[in-house]
């Protein structure tokens, strides 16, 4: 736990550092209490004891303690400065994604409030926040997919769920499922879309696409299972940020539309020279 948490708080406060003007509260410090935090005008909202204090995490602050038998003990706050899980805590560990408390006790996972009531049972193997607005979990080896109101929208029938894709055709979230050692596409209430097989490995749905895999050669095709780039490149990796694909292929790179299209070509040591027009 302490090594867990010491690390998120690490990565905050790295992160923060460029970007304090946007937290809620600032930290403060006195020598001889530790550390609290105080709005921007100085009001201060707790007062200085802690041993360690993040910057703000999606309106959150984790912060730790060393007790009289030199143990450390963490809690977090909210930007009012209260408790939402106090230091006696008894999770093994916790932290915050996207808004949302994770907490694991007795090697489980679930999600609770900011009143620190379970709104996800503690009882997962596995729990991931997927960016388009569910959660996929493991449950007795198997994956499956819930709301954050705990409601199963997909079984946990899984050996593995990739992250959704909302496809801009029809506006419905799409899925690469593996069972059995097959590969096919559901949507977020289990309906198949691409029903699975074995002849190829899909990796993830990008737009109104499928990553591929076949012999250790990357390539896209669509939802009818035509081919859009071809399965021919060492590499292949959907940067969602930018909005474009990174190929590689003996000595070069290649950027693709995310229709497949090829927009850039360049060897590594010209990669500010595209080599097509």
Not at 126 to 135: A, H, K, M, N, T
Request: with cysteine.
């Amino acid at each position: 736990m302490i090594k867990y948490i010491y690390l998120i708080i690490l990565t905050f406060t790295v992160n923060s550092v460029y970007a304090q003007n946007k937290s809620e509260l600032d930290i403060i410090r006195h020598r001889g209490k530790g550390m609290g935090y105080a709005l921007k005008d100085g009001s201060i909202i707790v007062e200085p004891q802690f041993s360690s204090a993040s910057y703000d995490m999606d309106g959150y602050y984790i912060v730790s303690k060393i007790d009289s038998l030199n143990n450390t003990r963490y809690a977090l706050l909210n930007r009012e400065g209260k408790y939402i899980i106090n230091l006696e805590n008894s999770f093994n560990f916790f932290y915050v994604k996207n808004g949302k408390i994770i907490v694991k006790k007795n090697n489980y996972y679930g999600i609770i409030n900011d009143d620190n009531e379970i709104v996800i049972p503690i009882k997962y193997c596995e729990i991931r926040l997927d960016s388009e607005g569910v959660i996929i979990a493991m449950q007795n080896k198997k994956y499956g997919v819930l709301d954050y109101k705990n409601n199963i929208l997909v079984p946990f029938l899984y050996d593995f769920i990739s992250d959704f894709s909302i496809v801009h055709s029809n506006g419905k979230r799409y899925a690469v499922v593996e069972i059995n050692g097959k590969n096919g596409v559901i949507d977020d209430s289990n309906n198949y879309l691409i029903k699975p097989i074995k002849t190829i490995e899909m990796i993830e749905v990008v737009n109104n696409s499928i990553i591929v895999k076949k012999d250790d050669k990357w390539g896209m095709i669509d939802f009818k299972m035509q081919t859009i780039i071809p399965i021919e490149y060492d590499s292949l990796k959907y940067y969602r940020l930018q909005s474009y694909l990174h190929a590689k292929k003996d000595e070069y790179y290649y950027h693709f539309t995310l229709d497949g299209k090829l927009i850039k070509k360049y060897s590594f040591e010209n990669k500010n020279k595209s080599l097509i027009d």
